[in-house]
């Protein structure tokens, strides 16, 4: 079974960087894929970025430049950098482990003055 829990959220003002983290647990792997997603309320939950185990990410066109995926395996742990963050970022940010269909609890972000 596999556990995912996220942190770094908050209130942060436009302009502003965000570093969000995502520490597993459980039957994971250091070489499965990992993901981010957000989902803004009423939006539908939308891909922010992706990791392989090669630590190849991938990223949507909306999200490239701003948004940065990371992973350390030694500690179970994936990260997103945000920066220049702007309002249309508010959102809950999830973490995915593709391997068994497994989402975080999220973590809130939001970007106002």
């Known amino acids: 079974q596999v556990r995912l829990v996220e942190s770094g959220g908050g209130l942060v003002q436009p302009g502003g960087s965000l570093r969000l983290s995502c520490v597993s647990s459980?039957?994971?792997?250091?070489?499965?894929?990992m993901a981010w997603y957000r989902q803004a309320p009423g939006n539908q939950r939308e891909w922010v970025a992706t990791?392989?185990?090669?630590?190849?990410?991938n990223y949507p066109i909306s999200a490239k430049g701003r948004f940065t995926i990371s992973r350390d395996n030694a500690k179970n742990m994936v990260y997103l950098q945000i920066s220049s963050l702007k309002a249309e970022d508010t959102a809950v940010y999830y973490c995915?482990?593709?391997?068994?269909?497994?989402w975080g609890q999220g973590t809130q972000v939001t970007v106002s003055s």
């Open positions: 995915y482990h593709f391997a068994s269909n497994t």
């Open positions: 990791i392989t185990s090669t630590t190849r990410t």
């Open positions: 459980g039957n994971i792997s250091s070489r499965d894929a």
